[in-house]
């Protein structure tokens, strides 16, 4: 009898002790962020959200202001800042708005002004139409890292 016994806590403690490193070498990715960007001078931030299921937030999406320059002319600044910085361009079905990725990341620029009602971006919304600001030169930019809640294929 006591040898059975030391034989189940034996088992017990090696499938103990086997979640335990699996638990800890299932390591989930960190979420992309958009302070890891390479922005350049003059943007401003005028809200932000992450973007996030039940189970994870993979990114971040953010409003950006660039005063005195237009929609176009802030997406081709910040587009090329991105591809100084390793950043590719990808096709995308953003009619108005440039698709680019980065080893395990995918990243959205668009004019805030296309940017659809959803949950996320409607706090931001009421966010920039509190301030009084032309919202027609806004930029919006959505970062994710793949694998996280979607695989970017």
């Known amino acids: 009898m006591l040898a059975v016994a030391v034989v189940l ?3 017990f403690f090696a499938i103990a002790a086997a979640t335990i490193v699996s638990v800890l070498q299932d390591e989930v990715p960190s979420p992309a962020r958009i302070d890891d ?10 809200g932000s959200h992450q973007t996030c299921t039940a189970d994870a937030c993979d990114g ?21 800042s991105l591809l100084a910085t390793g950043w590719h361009e990808t096709g995308c079905s953003a009619v108005e ?5 980065s080893n395990d990341r995918r990243l959205l620029l668009i004019p805030w002004s296309v940017v659809s009602e959803e949950p996320a971006t409607a706090a931001m919304r009421a966010g920039v139409e509190s301030r ?7 930029i ?3 970062i994710v890292r793949c694998g996280i809640t979607s695989p970017c294929s």
């Open 97 to 101: 708005g440039r698709c680019m990725e």
């Open 132 to 138: 009084s600001i032309d919202q027609s030169r806004l």
């Open 60 to 80: 971040e999406g953010a409003v950006f202001d660039l005063p005195g320059r237009s929609t176009a002319a802030a997406l081709d600044l910040l587009a090329g």
């Open 140 to 142: 919006y930019v959505r």
């Open 37 to 46: 960007l390479a922005i350049p001078v003059g943007y401003r931030i005028m």
């Open 9 to 11: 806590a034996l088992g």
